[in-house]
């Protein structure tokens, strides 16, 4: 029998390989974690400490915040953010968030483990990223890199800052941080001018679709884009998937998810630039008052504030209501006025149009001075060194440019091909406004605009432009010859014509003002004399009182100009602001007391501690009587006179299809209405002065250039120019009752010695002359 053979086996030893595998583990999990600790001590670049993640360095826009709480507008540069607490964040926005970006958000402690391994284990799947990784990244590095190495330094330093975030604050704080400091495109960075933007509400108001909506550009706010002209559709397909997200994790229903992925974006676009939005001429003085304030008020440790970085929140006094009442009257009646200037200034009636009464030569000095004082000759003088020479050949080529046009009443822009000679003259054959409202008794200033369009006109005729204030200047003189003589609103004087002699008063020449139309006759009370500006009786009481002491008045009544002590001042030849002016006929409605208008009432920087506090400013000038008899016979004028037009009385001297549609009238007013119209000569400047007990308002209308104007009074004048604007804006205010405008009458003083009731002197006189008509028969 043969022998079996016998097998070896070879069992192969492991053990070694074994060993090396966990050696290799143990080493590549050291590695991992020094690798985090050389990450988390600064090796591979600056890590953030303590300090800075309990106070990351974010640019915070300074907010300008009206009296009724309401934002204005912002200073900022690059990031237009102002941020909110958790609180008021919706719920729905933020389970809009979880549901798309972390859904274990509450779960994790920074880093989403099993997101992680589903990423690593299946590249592309999502996931990896919590809200905390992410908000690491907007805040310490930005986008990641393309580089691999860096991109993996750079997730590791995530994790670590996630962390770190993660122990310094609680859940509801990362998330109001995250939603701050991103940038939805379109300047606005943050959810507050995100949801002021593109919804223009604010962020607790958010509903649920347009909660989706911000949220699903998380993913990519440069490609999800919801702007008409940009990526609306991108937009409304990534805001169903957040939708989707929300009933997955059953933060809404189905039938409401159905329902609202059906729906449009519903955008209520509304862009924040220094040049858009409300109270833009406001905004412009606030600026640089807010650089003097900076200057002379440094922080702490001795550096400068920074308007548009630092976060502060000024407090004005400014009413978004009533600027809002008073931007939509000069909206609405502007366009109305322009087309009747400009139908009356057509080539074929006005050769010269915009200008009127001025020779060629005339005409071709004023444009050589506008082009000498223009910012493209500037910038081309002094940024670009170019020739006298060159820039005035520039004026003479056409260049695209956009420019400005009422459209169906509204401000609209058209592109165009025009000289810069030829834009010039086009500007000018606009006409500009400013207007002011304040409450007498505080000085707050409610309302400010400087003009139509601040992208196209910026200078502002608030409190930069000066200009002939026409009859508005009378009631300075009658004040001072109350004041001064005690008159009454009753007393009478002849109007006739009068002069003053040449060298009274220094007066180089014989003065001899003649009234309107050259109208004159018989006696007139000083009531019905201010109402019907007649400028005899104006003459009359200057005369009799000096002009330096109704120099000296004025100059008590806050107006800085500089106003030389001649007769013809009676008549309104000086320049003064709006802002000037509405201060000065404060004082009459505040019982002879003068308070300086105000418009910042506190300054505070991003954590709530008051900077700045305003003081009142006021001062006695005119006692309580004098005040109360100007106001009274100021109130002649809304009654019988100029301003009969508020309560549905005045001259019935317009062209029949545009007497209502430019000028409103009639506006019906029945309460007691103090006010004053001014016309100045050729009917350049049209003003209209207006008071009731709380509120006094200041309207001026005119062209950029004095040879531009309306050819007659019919429109020219300031009852026409200028006091719709104050009709339209006081009834928009009279109609919000929150408000509280006055409908009242004006205090009088407790113990009134001057008698204002010129009907009772009527009536005397009227019972006289009977007496005297019976004596004569009897006789």
Same mark, same amino acid.
């Given at each position: 029998m043969a022998k079996a053979k016998k097998e070896t086996i070879n069992v192969q030893d492991f053990s070694k390989y074994i060993r090396w595998m966990w050696i290799l583990f143990v080493a590549g999990l050291l590695s991992v974690v020094f690798l985090f600790l050389l990450a988390s001590w600064g090796a591979f670049g600056e890590m953030p400490d303590h300090t800075v993640l309990e106070n990351p360095k974010t640019n915070l826009a300074t907010e300008i915040i009206s009296s009724d709480g309401k934002t204005l507008g912002k200073f900022y540069f690059n990031d237009n953010r102002t941020p909110v607490s958790y609180d008021e964040l919706p719920q729905h926005l933020v389970n809009a968030l979880i549901a798309t970006e972390d859904a274990r958000f509450h779960e994790h402690s920074g880093v989403d483990a099993r997101g992680t391994l589903r990423a690593v284990i299946k590249p592309g799947s999502g996931g990896a990223s919590t809200i905390s990784q992410q908000l690491a990244k907007q805040l310490f590095h930005g986008e990641g890199s393309k580089n691999i190495i860096e991109r993996v330094l750079q997730k590791i330093k995530e994790w670590i800052i996630a962390i770190r975030l993660e122990r310094q604050y609680t859940k509801e704080e990362i998330i109001a941080q995250y939603f701050n400091i991103y940038d939805f495109g379109n300047n606005a960075d943050g959810i507050r001018s995100a949801s002021r933007i593109y919804f223009n509400k604010e962020p607790k108001e958010l509903d649920v679709k347009e909660s989706a909506m911000l949220v699903g550009m998380f993913k990519n706010s440069s490609l999800?884009?919801?702007?008409?002209?940009? %990526?609306?559709?991108?937009?409304?397909?990534? @805001?169903?998937?957040?939708?989707?997200?929300?009933?997955?994790?059953?933060?809404?229903?189905?039938?409401?998810? /159905?329902?609202?992925?059906?729906?449009?974006?519903?955008? @209520?676009?509304?862009?924040?630039?220094?040049?858009? +939005?409300?109270?833009?001429?406001? @905004?412009?003085?606030? /600026?640089?008052?807010?650089?003097?304030?900076?200057?002379?008020?440094?922080?702490?440790?001795?550096?400068?504030w920074n308007l548009y970085n630092d976060g502060l929140k000024i407090y004005t006094t400014i009413d978004s209501r009533m600027q809002t009442y008073a931007e939509d009257a000069v909206q609405q009646h502007m366009p109305r006025l322009q087309a009747e200037f400009f139908h009356q200034n057509t080539p074929e009636r006005n050769p010269t149009a915009p200008f009127l009464d001025l020779t060629p030569e005339e005409e071709q000095a004023l444009m050589r001075r506008s082009m000498r004082q223009s910012e493209r000759w500037r910038h081309m003088k002094y940024d670009l060194k170019k020739s006298n020479k060159e820039i005035e050949e520039s004026f003479k080529k056409p260049i695209k440019m956009t420019v400005f046009k009422w459209v169906d009443g509204k401000p609209s822009e058209v592109d165009t091909l025009m000289k810069p000679m030829d834009s010039m003259r086009y500007y000018k054959s606009f006409l500009r406004t400013g207007m002011m409202s304040m409450d007498p008794k505080t000085g707050h200033v409610k309302a400010w605009v400087g003009g139509m369009n601040y992208r196209h006109f910026q200078y502002d005729m608030v409190k930069q432009g000066r200009r002939q204030t026409g009859s508005t200047f009378k009631p300075f003189v009658y004040a001072t010859a109350i004041d001064q003589l005690h008159f009454s609103p009753c007393d009478e004087f002849p109007d006739t014509p009068f002069c003053i002699e040449a060298g009274k008063f220094g007066n180089p020449e014989e003065w001899c003002p003649k009234n309107s139309g050259n109208e004159y006759g018989g006696k007139r009370t000083l009531k019905d004399a201010l109402a019907n500006s007649v400028n005899t009786v104006t003459a009359r009481l200057i005369d009799k009182v000096g002009p330096q002491t109704v120099v000296d008045l004025v100059k008590k009544l806050g107006v800085e100009a500089d106003i030389p002590a001649v007769p013809s001042i009676a008549l309104g030849t000086t320049d003064i602001s709006v802002y000037d002016m509405v201060g000065a006929y404060s004082t009459f409605a505040n019982q002879g007391v003068y308070t300086k208008p105000v418009m910042v009432l506190n300054i505070e920087d991003k954590n709530g501690t008051v900077l700045y506090q305003f003081k009142p400013e006021t001062r006695d000038v005119l006692n309580a009587e004098t005040a109360y008899v100007t106001v009274k016979l100021m109130e002649g004028v809304t009654q019988s006179g100029s301003g009969g037009r508020l309560r549905g009385k005045g001259r019935d001297s317009?062209?029949?299809?545009?007497?209502?549609?430019?000028?409103?009238?009639?506006?019906?007013?029945? %309460?007691?209405?103090?006010?004053?119209?001014?016309?100045?000569?050729?009917?350049? /400047?049209?003003?209209?002065?207006?008071?009731?007990?709380?509120?006094?308002?200041?309207?001026?209308?005119?062209?950029?250039?004095?040879?531009?104007?309306?050819?007659?009074?019919?429109?020219?004048? +300031?009852?026409?120019?200028a006091l719709p604007i104050w009709g339209i804006y006081m009834k928009s205010c009279y109609a919000d009752k929150e408000l509280d405008v006055s409908k009242e009458d004006f205090v009088a003083p407790d113990n009134l010695s001057i008698n204002v009731d010129c009907s009772a002197v009527s009536q005397d006189q009227n019972n006289d002359d009977e007496e005297d008509r019976l004596d004569e028969l009897e006789f």
């Open positions: 999800y884009n919801p702007r008409p002209e940009r %990526n609306p559709i991108g937009v409304k397909n990534r @805001r169903n998937v957040v939708l989707s997200q929300m009933y997955k994790y059953d933060f809404i229903s189905e039938k409401e998810k /159905d329902s609202l992925q059906k729906t449009e974006l519903d955008l @209520r676009y509304s862009p924040e630039s220094h040049r858009e +939005g409300i109270a833009t001429y406001f @905004r412009g003085y606030l /600026d640089g008052f807010m650089k003097d304030w900076i200057k002379n008020n440094p922080k702490p440790d001795g550096t400068k317009y062209r029949a299809d545009y007497r209502e549609i430019v000028t409103g009238y009639p506006y019906e007013f029945t %309460n007691p209405i103090a006010g004053k119209t001014g016309t100045t000569q050729n009917q350049s /400047d049209g003003w209209f002065m207006g008071m009731v007990p709380n509120l006094v308002t200041g309207v001026w209308v005119g062209a950029e250039d004095r040879a531009a104007h309306f050819k007659t009074i019919t429109y020219g004048q +300031g009852a026409a120019m």
